[in-house]
């Protein structure tokens, strides 16, 4: 069974940083993408970040541009995101999903596996 396992969330202040893990267990995936989304509390999941494993490529919400950093240990095993000068809007339930394919997409609809997520909340 493919399984995602989500760590680093927590309780900071604003301006403070976290970084994300995200490790696939159950099988190797191949030319696939892996991103995050993240869901507040009465509003839909919206799209954060998405690197394509093999070749790197990485692209952005405008929301989060210039702040945080989606990627992946040179093992190609464990994705990460980190995320720095946190604002209390960036609270929410973070999740970690799996795309079968190598070409990155912003739709939540359009992945095949998902993690439990990782709760961040950044006070004011």
């Known amino acids: 069974q493919v399984q995602l396992v989500e760590s680093g969330g927590g309780l900071v202040q604003a301006g403070d940083s976290l970084r994300l893990s995200c490790r696939p267990s159950?099988?190797?995936?191949?030319?696939?993408?892996m991103a995050w989304f993240r869901q507040a509390p009465r509003k839909r999941r919206e799209y954060v970040a998405a690197?394509?494993?093999?070749?790197?490529?990485?692209h952005y919400a405008d929301a989060v541009k210039d702040r945080f950093i989606i990627d992946r240990d040179n093992a190609k095993t464990t994705g990460y995101l980190q995320m720095d000068s946190l604002k209390p809007e960036d609270t929410a339930t973070y999740f970690c999903?799996?795309?079968?394919?190598?070409?990155?997409?912003?739709?939540?609809?359009?992945?095949?596996?998902w993690g439990q997520g990782t709760q961040v909340t950044v006070s004011s």
């Open positions: 999903a799996v795309l079968e394919d190598p070409h990155i997409a912003t739709s939540d609809r359009a992945y095949d596996y």
């Open positions: 159950g099988r190797t995936f191949k030319n696939h993408v």
């Open positions: 690197i394509s494993w093999d070749a790197g490529a990485t």
